[in-house]
């Protein structure tokens, strides 16, 4: 028994990352080659920096909260996008990408976190996300708490930037739920709002689901293969026993439905327009931007580098989704654009979902052809970031004079906010697919070419059908903006609760607001300007 006892410490010795290989001059595999075992870890500081900076961020608002006085609390939202500013900054001498930390040192070189030119990318959409959703939130968070409120969106942000750079299951879902979980708290920050806190309990129980559900995929498949690093868990599962095969299989599909969840594809999409609506505005965005990268970003790390092995299960299942959820999410705008109360935010709730059905798309492919597909996935996100935080500025500037937020509170913006009004309409052309949104028609085009050069035929002419159902409610909404106001009042809607006027009401608009649109305005016109290396940008931050 003590030999045995000795034999499992010494293996458990052996699988401890390396420490001081970085100051001896050995790498991690010189010393196991030599029979040395390492107790310590060597850390890439810079690799981590984003997500620590941010996270270390949220820790030091929520103690300057403690001491600050309340007419110093603003103060809190400029250290908040200070930091944010600060977490991009790191990413500048990172994006050569091809660093890594945590690893194993016996065996695969496998490591736990990784810094390549992907999660550059996906780390400088989250956290450009988070900076612009502190602009929107600047001058709206007056009743609410401001200390909580900025350590609650940098603690999601932290989570958000680990999540592309995790290279274990462990790691992911960790980092998942740090990006989750305090977005539940941001949506139901708004104390005493019925439909703030029934959207934070929606948006909390469907999340809890699918975090269970996806747990249980991930153990199932760890059960399979014995590892929960996702390189090896690759290589294990195409030599998977056949008597594992089917506890492997199921795990790969409960580990899909979980980031279904995630990601908002349908039928897995139910809490998305109460969860916008409730939620205040800014968070509503990040939401619609931010949630979607972390739950897309992990989605193609199981896809891509984990589960090639079992693209016949995912493949197909995925193109489902994709179709569902762009004919649902399309579908279902139509409808609340021909409702009486036809509210803006829950349009964009539903668009999103749509967006989400063409973000599939380039995945589903991947299961059919190369993994180069999934460079249209991500250049579709940074598109739909740009644009779809620019409508949301749009929105929360209209919100100052009308909190209901219908699309009868746009109409005649043009006459009062020409620039805003323009903005908007750009931004609504984009997402359309319509010039002058160049980089919305490039980004459609490239995921339409994913599908028809995997041979998804069948997905190409169902995307092209709800590229054309978006057109209506999509050209409506920029009509509106451009038309005279109507003298005749509406009678409110049953989510707004207040009377619809006639025209906007002239007031001078926030500086950071105004930044927010300024700022996603001048990049959506940059990219519609050089779509194609856009593209070029995104197809080498694969794997």
Request: a neutral charge; glycine letters at 8%.
């Amino acid at each position: 028994m003590t030999a045995d006892l000795s034999t499992t410490a010494g293996s458990l010795v052996a699988q401890v990352p390396d420490t001081a290989a970085a100051a001896t001059g050995h790498t991690a595999g010189s010393l196991a080659a030599a029979g040395v075992p390492s107790v310590v870890q060597s850390i890439d500081w810079l690799a981590i920096a984003p997500p620590t900076l941010t996270a270390l961020a949220a820790l030091a608002v929520l103690v300057a909260d403690l001491f600050l006085p309340a007419h110093r609390k603003r103060l809190l939202g400029y250290a908040t996008l200070a930091a944010l500013a600060g977490a991009l900054a790191f990413l500048i001498p990172l994006r050569s990408g091809d660093r890594a930390t945590f690893c194993v040192t016996t065996g695969a070189q496998a490591c736990s976190y990784t810094a390549d030119h992907f999660t550059v990318v996906i780390q400088a959409l989250v956290l450009g996300g988070a900076f612009l959703t502190v602009l929107l939130s600047l001058d709206d968070t007056r009743k609410l708490p401001a200390g909580e409120y900025w350590f609650l969106l940098l603690a999601s942000a932290s989570g958000a930037a680990l999540l592309p750079a995790s290279r274990d299951l462990a790691t992911l879902v960790v980092a998942l739920e740090v990006a989750s979980l305090p977005a539940f708290a941001l949506v139901g920050i708004k104390r005493g709002d019925r439909r703030s806190s029934e959207a934070a309990l929606k948006f909390f129980l469907s999340s809890v689901v699918a975090t269970a559900v996806m747990l249980l995929g991930v153990s199932f498949v760890y059960a399979a293969t014995g590892t929960l690093h996702l390189t090896e868990t690759a290589d294990r599962l195409d030599d998977v026993a056949p008597v594992l095969d089917t506890l492997a299989k199921t795990g790969v599909a409960l580990t899909l439905v979980g980031f279904a969840f995630k990601t908002a594809a349908a039928p897995f999409h139910f809490w998305v327009p109460d969860t916008y609506v409730g939620a205040p505005l800014p968070i509503a965005a990040y939401l619609s931007v931010v949630g979607k990268a972390v739950g897309f970003s992990g989605l193609i790390l199981v896809t891509v580098i984990a589960f090639p092995s079992y693209a016949d299960v995912w493949g197909p299942a995925l193109a489902v989704l994709a179709a569902l959820t762009m004919t649902v999410g399309n579908v279902a705008a139509l409808r609340q654009n021909a409702t009486r109360a036809r509210s803006a935010v829950r349009l964009l709730a539903w668009s999103s979902v749509a967006q989400a059905g063409y973000l599939l798309v380039p995945i589903a492919a991947a299961a059919y052809s190369s993994d180069e597909q999934i460079g249209s996935t991500v250049a579709y996100a940074l598109m739909y970031a740009v644009v779809n935080l620019g409508a949301f500025a749009v929105a929360a500037l209209v919100a100052r004079t009308h909190p209901g937020n219908r699309l009868s509170d746009y109409r005649g913006l043009y006459a009062t906010r020409p620039l805003a009004a323009l903005a908007l309409g750009f931004f609504l052309l984009c997402l359309a697919g319509l010039p002058p949104g160049i980089i919305g028609l490039f980004a459609k085009v490239t995921v339409f070419s994913a599908a028809v050069d995997a041979g998804l035929g069948w997905l190409a002419v169902v995307m092209a059908v709800n590229v054309v159902i978006a057109l209506y409610y999509y050209l409506q909404w920029t009509a509106i903006l451009f038309r005279a106001p109507d003298g005749a009042p509406e009678t409110a809607g049953p989510e707004t609760g207040s009377p619809a006027s006639a025209a906007p009401r002239r007031f001078r608009a926030p500086t950071p607001l105004t930044t927010a649109i300024v700022l996603t305005s001048a990049a959506g016109i940059l990219l519609s300007g050089a779509p194609q290396a856009v593209l070029r940008f995104a197809a080498v931050s694969l794997f």
